[in-house]
């Protein structure tokens, strides 16, 4: 039998927490709030002109996009004469299983895509490397579609910047605290609707 290795003792140290959030202070200092504010843009012409916003995401930034979905979907439209119309296509366990097993995983947000998506809707992939092959292949059907298409990635933003109309870089290669980054764009985000319009 493999031998178990028990820690010694314990990892998280006050100096760990210290060195990380001091880390994580120094990358948030790598995204660019003028991209934030035109993906902030787009939002706001989304949901006037009544134009979907459909989001996906894998892992932790599947966690990421349903998190932005149910804030746009609650916290920014409730109580207002104009409302977000918003999709996670990471929420449906069912159908992403159905299209994993008959077609193949790489397909599992394009196919959606397909069925939901129209000309103008606003597309928001989340990927912490920007190289996940289906997140990939839902932006080239997106594009196909003619939706605006917007990414959020990290590392150097992988081949996910070279597909969407608007790329937010973290420039970092640890994957917590590119998460991290990327949950703080996406409060920046609907806050910006809640705060300023007196929702928050």
């Not at 998280?12 to 994580?24: C, D, I, N, P, S």
């Not at 003619?146 to 640890?174: A, F, M, P, Q, W």
Request: hydrophobic share 40%; charged share 25%; proline share 2%.
């Amino acid at each position: 039998m493999p031998e178990i290795k028990t820690a010694a003792s314990n990892p998280v140290t006050e100096q760990f927490a210290k060195g990380y959030l001091a880390r994580l202070t120094e990358v948030l200092k790598s995204v660019d709030p003028s991209r934030v504010a035109q993906v902030g843009d787009l939002l706001h012409r989304a949901r006037a002109e009544g134009r979907q916003v459909l989001l996906m995401g894998n892992g932790g930034s599947a966690s990421t996009a349903s998190h932005a979905a149910v804030d746009l979907g609650k916290g920014c439209s409730r109580g207002r004469e104009k409302r977000f119309r918003v999709i996670c296509l990471n929420d449906c366990i069912p159908w992403m299983t159905a299209i994993s097993n008959d077609i193949s995983y790489e397909e599992v947000f394009a196919e959606q895509l397909r069925n939901h998506a129209r000309p103008g809707d606003v597309v928001i992939a989340i990927s912490g490397s920007g190289n996940s092959k289906n997140i990939l292949s839902a932006l080239r059907a997106a594009n196909e579609i003619g939706c605006e298409t917007v990414g959020l990635s990290g590392y150097e933003g992988g081949k996910l910047k070279d597909l969407v109309k608007h790329h937010i870089l973290v420039r970092e290669n640890h994957m917590g605290r590119i998460e991290d980054a990327h949950m703080i764009v996406v409060h920046i985000l609907v806050y910006g609707f809640m705060d300023t319009e007196g929702m928050g």
